[in-house]
T-cell receptor, first 116, second 119 residues
């Protein structure tokens, strides 16, 4: 069965500290992996994605993620967190369906709080 | 380019009433998705359209939920009658596929959502 696990419901870091958000997935087919960010009252914004190739992918806002097939993980990292990064972060997995992208399976999210 | 548009942004109804949500995807995007996001959870797909045909509605509660995309552009999601457990944010997303290769292929772009409260 397809599923995404984000083991940390809430993470608090100080501004300027490094950040790592964990994501583990279970997916039968070749996974397409995504990280989204959601601010209060807003929709989901794509931070980065992995389809194939280099397992370290760079995204917007200084975020990066590393795909580790052996661990079924796709952890999100940022070397120095800014106060504006406070939001909820969702990991998602999906696959191509014909000529388009099929349904995404989302984790339950990790709420990030940034202390000044 | 303009993003995914949704309306209304907020809706409060009583249980057993009906409600409808509207979504206009990004121009040229053939695929449209409706997700339900219950508080404290990640979004869950309700239905996926490819042009005006249904690709995946396996998680849609068909006894009360319906959706249509008649001209292959905008879409309406309806709930009738609503239950308390339908309180959630309803997110619309769109995507373009292999027919339109380029940046953003195989990505889903989300609208701001409609927050529904059923009392």
């Amino acid at each position: 069965a397809q599923s995404v696990t984000q083991p940390d419901i809430h993470i608090t870091v100080s501004e300027g500290a490094s950040l790592e958000l964990r994501c583990n997935y279970s997916y039968g087919a070749t996974p397409y992996l995504f990280w989204y960010v959601q601010s209060p009252g807003q929709g989901l914004q794509l931070l980065l994605k992995y389809f194939s190739g280099d397992t370290l992918v760079q995204g917007i806002k200084g975020f990066e993620a590393e795909f580790k097939r052996s661990q079924s993980s796709f952890n999100l990292r940022k070397p120095s967190v800014h106060w504006s990064d406070a939001a909820e972060y969702f990991c998602a997995v999906g696959a191509r369906r014909g000529s388009t992208l099929g349904r995404l399976y989302f984790g339950r999210g990790t709420q990030l709080t940034v202390w000044p | 380019e303009a993003g995914v548009a949704q309306s209304p942004r907020y809706k409060i109804i009583e249980k057993r009433q009906s409600v409808a949500f509207w979504c206009n995807p990004i121009s040229g995007h053939a695929t449209l998705y409706w997700y339900q996001q219950i508080l404290g959870q990640g979004p869950k797909l309700l239905i996926q359209f490819q042009n005006n045909g249904v690709v995946d509605d396996s998680q849609l509660p068909k006894d009360r939920f319906s959706a249509e995309r008649l001209k292959g552009v905008d879409s309406t999601l309806k709930i009738q009658p609503a239950k308390l457990e339908d309180s959630a944010v309803y997110l619309c997303a769109s995507s373009h596929g292999r027919q339109n290769p380029g940046p953003g292929i195989y990505e889903q772009y989300f609208g701001p959502g409609t927050r529904l409260t059923v009392t």
